[in-house]
């Protein structure tokens, strides 16, 4: 196994008990809570260059025919999943600035609500790539 592929998977494993703790916010603490979650953007966007190529070829053949549904599908969930992790963070920015009791609420609802569909997504994009992802498990502790 190629030492980008062992870079992904710790990437992943990594990204994914970041977003376990975030849903207890106290957890760890509340500073540990705004913290990770500004490190897991910044994941995000090094899982979306690892992964570049692909986003740019799909992104290309999008609407061709031929391409198979279960990539378009895979595709659709991953650009919807990055504009979820977005608001989450944009919504946690914006809750922490606001005074208004309303605009706090609205930043709430929108940080829980995204957070919440975040969770069905992951599992969603997880399940599109179980096998690539059980491969190289396979691969890394044969």
Known sequence: MNKKNIFKLILDVVMLVLFVTFFDKNLISFKFHIMSGLL?????????????????????RLFDKNLKTRTKVSYIISAILFVMVFLIILSGILMMKATDYDKIELWRMLHIGA???????????????????SGMVKKVFA
Do not use: E
């Open 40 to 60: 897991f953007g910044v994941l995000i966007l090094i899982h979306m260059l690892l992964n570049k190529k692909w986003i740019i070829n799909i992104s290309k």
């Open 115 to 133: 957070s919440y569909l975040s969770i069905v997504l992951i599992g969603v994009h997880v399940g599109l790539y179980w096998r690539f992802i």
